[in-house]
C-alpha cells in the first residue's frame, strides 16, 4: 500500500479494509469470493451466498477495568492448546496448531497477547485470546476471542478483550477486531461493552457459476 492509502487506512481502518492492514497485501482473495463493503452492496452482487461480517475498532483511548472471577488463572498457552480451545468452542473452524504457529513467525507475533484463562480447579482452558501487534502503523489486532459453552456468562470474554487491550496501551494507537454478524454468541455486543465502536459490515459474497446454479 502507498503512504496514502496506510494513513487512509490509520484514520478509519473498519471502513478502508475489512482486513488487518498487514494482512491485506499478503492475501490473495479466491476467484469465487468477493468482499463488499454494506454500503456498495446492490441487488446484482446478492446472488450467491452472504456471510455478513462486522469490523470495529477501539482507540485505547479508555479501556473498562475487567477483574478475574475468582477460580480462574490467566496464563499462557502453545499453539496445540489454543487450536484444540478454538475448535471445541467454533463448531465450524478447523484451525490447527501447524496454522497458528505459523503466526509466531510473521513480524505481527507477540508472545504476551498469546493468552489463556484456567479453571484453577481443572487446568482447563476455560477462555482464550489471541492478539497481533503491526508496529508499522501502530495497529493492534484481536485474532482469535473465545470462551467455552460451559464457561460463559461469567465475565471470561470481556476480561480477555481488555486483558488485551491494556497490553497494547502504549504500543498501538488503536486496535481492531472482526466476527461473524450471524454469530449466535452475539460477539459484537461483547466488543461494544468494551469499548470498540464505529463497526461496518463486510460481505463475504460466495458467487456460484452457472454450473452450480
Not at 34 to 62: C, Q, S
Not at 82 to 104: F, G, K
Not at 184 to 207: E, K, Q
Request: proline share 5%; aromatic share 8%.
Amino acid at each position: 500500500m502507498t503512504r496514502t492509502e496506510a494513513e487512509a487506512y490509520k484514520k478509519d481502518p473498519c471502513r478502508a479494509s475489512s482486513l488487518p492492514f498487514w494482512k491485506i497485501e499478503q492475501t490473495a482473495i479466491p476467484p469465487h469470493l468477493r468482499i463488499i463493503r454494506d454500503d456498495e452492496m446492490t441487488e446484482d452482487l446478492n446472488a450467491g451466498t452472504d456471510d455478513p461480517y462486522f469490523k470495529t475498532v477501539h482507540r485505547l483511548n479508555t479501556v473498562p477495568d475487567a477483574a478475574l472471577s475468582d477460580g480462574f488463572v490467566l496464563t499462557s498457552a502453545d499453539p496445540e492448546e489454543l487450536a484444540a480451545h478454538i475448535r471445541e468452542c467454533y463448531a465450524a473452524e478447523r484451525v490447527t496448531a501447524d496454522e497458528l504457529r505459523s503466526y509466531t513467525r510473521t513480524a505481527v507475533y507477540d508472545a504476551e497477547l498469546w493468552l489463556a484463562v484456567r479453571d484453577r480447579a481443572t487446568g482447563r482452558i476455560a477462555a482464550s485470546g489471541i492478539g497481533a501487534l503491526d508496529t508499522r502503523i501502530g495497529e493492534g489486532v484481536l485474532d482469535w476471542i473465545q470462551v467455552s459453552p460451559a464457561y460463559r456468562r461469567k465475565g471470561l470474554g470481556t476480561f480477555i478483550v481488555c486483558e488485551l487491550l491494556r497490553r497494547m496501551r502504549g504500543k498501538a494507537a488503536f486496535v481492531t477486531v472482526s466476527g461473524r454478524i450471524n454469530n449466535p454468541t452475539d460477539p459484537m455486543a461483547l466488543y461494544r461493552a468494551c469499548g470498540f465502536t464505529d463497526p461496518v459490515i463486510w460481505h463475504v459474497l460466495s458467487i456460484h457459476s452457472e454450473d452450480e446454479q
